[in-house]
């Protein structure tokens, strides 16, 4: 069963820690994405993956940080740096190729933190 | 960079019509356009891409437009049924990053 797998599904934290989100992939992907969600916003960019051992910001990587060191695996740490960090967060995955490719998206993470 | 636009932000159907969700971009260069739809609680699903070298493309009940020249793309769906309600996401895209429109709740009573 092919897919991407985002765990857990909710997560709650206190102010002041860090906290890592886990997405999984076996779609033999090469790129890999990390997006938030809040209410009545489109979905915006954290970091992006399009090859192991390489990340790229996204339009809003304040407070966060990635690794991919494993073409299938792509965690996302939220940091106590991020000032509002509750959110849905989503993870997506595509293949690459010449110009834009089809993202397939996870069943996302809900963290809440007070 | 890219911005995108999406109208409306909720839009009620009654079953059996039509839905027409509307989308523009500022970035000429854009040349990937993909839906999604999402349900409560879930990731976004790919319904159905267009890229600029097409100008309509259609899956059944679903079609997406493209008009490049005025930058604007919409979604249709005809013979709306109460499993189309959701929140659709339009999204355009010059590299490997999608830039996504706020979303619209569609609700479809039977």
């Known amino acids: 069963d092919g897919g991407i797998t985002q765990s857990p599904k909710y997560l709650f934290r206190k102010e002041g820690q860090n906290v890592t989100l886990s997405c999984e992939q076996n779609?033999?992907?090469?790129?890999m994405y990390w997006y938030r969600q809040d209410p009545g916003q489109g979905l915006r960019l954290i970091y992006y993956?399009?090859?192991?051992?390489?990340?790229q910001k996204g339009d809003i990587a304040e407070g966060y940080s990635v690794s991919r060191e494993k073409k299938e695996s792509f965690p996302l740490t939220v940091t106590s740096a991020q000032k509002n960090p509750t959110a849905f967060y989503l993870c997506?995955?595509?293949?690459?190729?010449?110009?834009?490719?089809?993202?397939?998206f996870g069943p996302g993470t809900r963290l809440t933190v007070t | 960079g890219e911005n995108v636009e999406q109208h409306p932000s909720t839009l009620s159907v009654q079953e059996g019509d039509s839905a027409v969700i509307k989308c523009t971009y500022s970035?000429?260069?854009?040349?990937?356009f993909p839906w999604y739809k999402q349900e409560l609680g879930k990731g976004p699903q790919l319904i159905i891409d267009?890229?600029?070298?097409?100008g309509e493309k259609k899956d059944q009940r679903i079609a997406v437009t493209l008009n490049k020249t005025a930058k604007h793309f919409s979604l249709h769906i005809t013979e709306t049924q109460p499993e189309d309600s959701a929140v659709y996401f339009c999204?355009?895209?010059?590299?490997?990053?999608?830039?996504f429109g706020t979303g619209t709740r569609l609700q479809v009573f039977p």
């Open positions: 997506a995955s595509s293949s690459r190729g010449t110009g834009p490719r089809e993202q397939y």
């Open positions: 779609l033999n992907h090469d790129a």
């Open positions: 993956s399009q090859i192991v051992n390489d990340f």
């Open positions: 970035d000429s260069a854009s040349n990937y």
């Open positions: 267009i890229r600029s070298n097409v």
């Open positions: 999204a355009a895209s010059v590299t490997d990053k999608l830039i």
